[in-house]
């Protein structure tokens, strides 16, 4: 089954970021698992699915040992720019930066490269936007909003465990 | 509100609290067997919104009567159930599941338009929260119907089948007693018999473009919603068991 | 550049705290190590559904069915995560998937005892969680970039999973004398096949020196072990509950020293002599074999609609 790479919204502010993937058949199915999956908890406001096959891929590693060769083979189109710019701990992979034209994804990721210089890239995508399928906006508030009434998942809900902890001398917790 | 209208009512909030957990228990069990891992987690999505669903309609049943949404979930026997019969039937195939979801989703989704301006404010603010979930899962379970109606000979026949075994008791959803006019004269609850050509609008056509035959000569199942199956009876005894094994215990 | 040089680079960038990113060269053995530990962490979320799956229609409380089904859910989220991190290092996950079925692949010994009371849920909560807490929040960081990732995740998420089950555990043992007895009960199974999945001591445990020279893993078994019972024990002795080792004590310097673990019934239960290793493995196969005609038909359905391997 096709693999699709989610990218998740968490609000307003801030971008769409590579969340994991899913398998689905279709552009649909992909949505509704990514949802499944990636908004059990709060919070997102929006989703986007895109076939792995079509993304194309480098890291900061690859480009040193194989610098791109763009050419103009095919037709130009959009394509969205996705960047991972830091080794910090995250849950996340790339952040969405922008987007580029380009025949192909090749040529895309070096007008990426040069067009968004502001920090170095450690791992690069592109994608057609054509491959891109967002949820809708109309039903968000349906798709999203739910996942902060499930208040029984979160920690903070069973606190009186932590309290209990604070008072025994010693004890190390590894809930933080 | 005269003791009529409130037993009425009484009725009405049990039906729809049992209807929901009935469902969600039947979703469960599809929580580690499911054909998809990603679909593991959303049958369970499922099953804890409609969970979550019973427990608040069930706190406004603890208004009207006093009794605790645990009490009436565990320390209630089959005869006092108020579901409709075809959400107590085994969870069956992944076609049964999901075309018995999205007959249910269709219909409650009208449901809770309709009582979005219910007389009983309470009913009416719940169901504006339960909404967007709803909503989610009839686009959930319409998607699936799609997919295994225009899929293979294999998944239509099995969707086919389920359908065939679940139409005629699709009826008892739309029935109404006596009580349940006095509800609708009052604008607290409407009337189920309203209901039954908007859904039919609804799910006639997906159904037909999912290639599906609705059953035409069926006999369709015109009980109240007192009377069950069996499965309930097995339903509960798996239900209940720990509860029942030490009432006294808080869980 | 020669297999030493790259590898000498490869170590000096762990070094560095950088992560390695899906592409980047890596040693083969580090790729084969990291599909070895990350398949077999996502085939131990997916068996372990069952044990706690299995007490979903009987959870004595609204709001304990509530908790746990979204707990069991979780460990399909987890298994799923952790999938799509072995994915990026070249498998697919149905080829990792047919492994674990065949019974080619392993998967955490713990998810092979029997859950036989409602008790054991808690327990398998606080203890089983908690301990696997300790891996995930070392794994978290991990060299790997994917793999550090999706236990980023995890942890996020398992914190909750380890609360409610001390919470359902401190009640019980403050509750009726069915429940003490009932959870003690649940405490006298669990306790040593907790301490277990923490893997062999450091003596015996072949991997751990190069997968923590690799930032794979940043502590050993024993040293995980440790702080594992320094934080359980203490709190369990206090609710009343008896630890089943009478060896288990702390001494002057605070450390804890447990009785001999019984390594055999542990290599045993890891080679699929379990007591429930073939139940567990039959259901999964069943879902598997179930859930056929289910992929075909979404197989059938994009093809129709979309052309053959439209997204492939």
Redesign the interface.
């Known amino acids: 089954?096709a693999r699709w790479e989610v990218f998740k919204k968490d609000n307003a502010r801030k971008p769409y970021q590579a969340v994991g993937s899913?398998?689905?058949?279709d552009p649909?199915?992909a949505l509704?698992?990514a949802?499944?999956?990636f908004v059990?908890r709060p919070a997102a406001v929006s989703l986007w699915v895109a076939p792995a096959a079509a993304i194309f891929s480098r890291s900061a590693e690859e480009l040193e040992n194989q610098p791109l060769d763009p050419t103009a083979n095919g037709h130009e189109q959009r394509y969205l720019v996705f960047r991972k710019a830091s080794n910090r701990r995250s849950m996340t992979f790339m952040d969405h930066i922008g987007e580029t034209s380009a025949p192909n994804g090749e040529s895309a990721l070096a007008q990426a490269i040069d067009q968004f210089d502001d920090k170095p890239g450690l791992a690069w995508w592109v994608i057609p936007a054509e491959a891109i399928t967002a949820s809708e906006e109309d039903?968000a508030?349906?798709?999203f909003?739910?996942a902060a009434?499930?208040t029984y998942k979160q920690q903070s809900q069973y606190g009186f465990v932590s309290k209990l902890r604070e008072g025994r001398k010693g004890a190390v917790t590894s809930d933080e | 509100m005269n003791n009529a209208l409130k037993n009425a009512l009484l009725n009405r909030l049990i039906g729809m609290a049992d209807d929901e957990l009935i469902l969600s228990?039947r979703n469960?069990?599809w929580?580690?067997?499911?054909?998809?891992?990603?679909?593991?987690?959303?049958l369970?999505?499922l099953?804890?919104?409609e969970?979550?669903h019973?427990?608040v309609l069930?706190g406004l049943v603890e208004e009207l009567n006093g009794k605790t949404?645990?009490q009436m979930?565990?320390f209630r026997d089959a005869a006092e159930f108020r579901n409709v019969q075809f959400l107590e039937l085994p969870k069956g195939?992944?076609a049964f599941t999901m075309l018995r979801q999205y007959l249910f989703d269709a219909y409650e989704t009208i449901l809770y338009n309709r009582l979005l301006t219910s007389s009983y404010q309470p009913l009416a603010d719940v169901v504006a929260?339960f909404?967007?979930?709803e909503?989610?899962h009839l686009?959930?379970s319409h998607?699936w119907v799609?997919?295994?109606g225009?899929?293979?000979d294999?998944?239509l026949g099995?969707l086919q089948a389920a359908l065939d075994q679940m139409w005629p008791l699709t009826a008892q959803l739309f029935q109404v007693s006596e009580a349940d006019n006095l509800l609708s004269e009052e604008g607290v609850f409407p009337l189920a018999a309203d209901m039954a050509d908007e859904w039919q609008e609804i799910v006639l056509p997906h159904l037909a473009n999912c290639s599906l035959h609705v059953p035409t000569h069926a006999t369709m199942l015109l009980a109240g919603r007192e009377t069950h199956t069996h499965f309930l009876n097995d339903?509960l005894t798996?239900?209940q068991?720990?509860?029942r094994?030490?009432p006294?215990?808080?869980? | 550049m020669t297999e030493e040089q790259k590898t000498a680079e490869f170590e000096e960038r762990i070094g560095r705290d950088e992560k390695i990113e899906p592409g980047d060269w890596m040693p083969e053995k580090y790729r084969k190590q990291l599909i070895r530990m990350i398949s077999q962490h996502a085939h131990s979320e997916?068996i372990g559904?069952?044990p706690e799956?299995k007490w979903?229609?009987?959870?004595?409380?609204?709001r304990?069915?509530?908790i746990l089904?979204?707990k069991?859910?979780d460990e399909?989220?987890h298994?799923?995560y952790l999938?799509h991190a072995a994915e990026t290092l070249g498998v697919t996950?149905e080829e990792l998937y047919q492994a674990f079925l065949d019974g080619r692949a392993k998967y955490s010994s713990i998810f092979n005892y029997p859950s036989l009371s409602?008790a054991d849920v808690g327990m398998i909560g606080w203890l089983v969680d908690g301990a696997a807490i300790k891996n995930q929040t070392m794994l978290a960081q991990c060299s790997y970039g994917p793999y550090s990732r999706a236990m980023v995740r995890i942890c996020a998420e398992e914190t909750f999973h380890h609360k409610q089950g001390k919470e359902m555990v401190l009640?019980y043992a403050a509750?009726?004398a069915?429940?003490r007895d009932m959870v003690q009960d649940a405490l006298n199974r669990y306790w040593w096949p907790s301490l277990m999945m923490l893997g062999p001591h450091d003596s015996e445990s072949t991997n751990t020196p190069q997968l923590v020279k690799w930032g794979v893993k940043t502590k050993t078994n024993d040293e995980v072990r440790q702080e594992f019972i320094a934080e359980t024990a203490p709190e369990l002795i206090a609710s009343g509950l008896t630890i089943p080792d009478p060896d288990l004590h702390q001494d002057e310097d605070g450390v804890w020293h447990h009785g001999p673990i019984d390594w055999d019934e542990f290599w045993n239960v890891v080679k699929g002599n379990g007591p429930c290793n073939a139940e567990r493995l039959g259901?999964r196969q069943?879902?598997h074999d179930?859930?056929?005609?289910?992929?075909?038909?979404?197989e059938?359905?994009s093809e129709?609609?979309y052309g053959a391997a439209a997204f492939a």
């Open positions: 089954m899913v398998h689905a058949v649909e199915h509704h698992n949802k499944n999956v059990r039903v508030e349906a798709w909003a739910p009434t499930k | 228990h469960a069990e929580t580690g067997h499911a054909p998809l891992l990603e679909e593991d987690i959303a369970a999505n099953a804890q919104d969970l979550g019973a427990t069930l949404p645990d979930a565990y195939d992944w929260k909404r967007g979930e909503i989610y686009r959930h998607m799609e997919r295994l225009l899929g293979t294999e998944s099995r339903l798996d239900m068991q720990v509860a094994w030490d006294s215990a808080e869980w | 997916v559904m069952l799956g979903i229609p009987h959870a004595p409380s609204l304990r069915k509530m089904i979204a069991v859910q399909a989220g298994g799923q999938y996950r409602w009640k509750g009726t069915k429940q259901m069943d879902a179930n859930g056929q005609w289910v992929r075909d038909a979404l059938a359905y129709k609609k």
